[in-house]
């Protein structure tokens, strides 16, 4: 799986991109954001400030229960807002 940084998610992260191998028993977005703060305490504490990520899947916004498959291209970003 690809995992894409955008924004003040990339600056914090540190990188724009990784590839990760999910454990097997995450299956949707809100399984990966909950692997993602297992194992990255930046995440957690993104997570502990209130800060909302959005997610897209294969370039498509996607919700906490929307699956996620080993080939997908997973895209983390702050929500956006248009003028």
Excluded: C, H
Excluded at 18 to 27: M, S, W, Y
Excluded at 40 to 66: H, K, L, S, W, Y
């Amino acid at each position: 799986m690809q995992l894409l940084y955008f924004a003040w998610v990339r600056d914090r992260v540190g990188k724009s991109a990784e590839t990760a191998i999910l454990p097997t028993e995450v299956r949707d977005v809100r399984g990966v954001l909950a692997w993602l703060q297992s194992r990255d305490p930046v995440f957690a504490t993104m997570a502990g400030e209130g800060r909302t990520i959005r997610v897209a899947i294969n370039q498509e916004f996607a919700g906490p229960d929307d699956p996620v498959g080993a080939g997908d291209e997973i895209a983390l970003f702050p929500p956006v807002t248009g003028g």
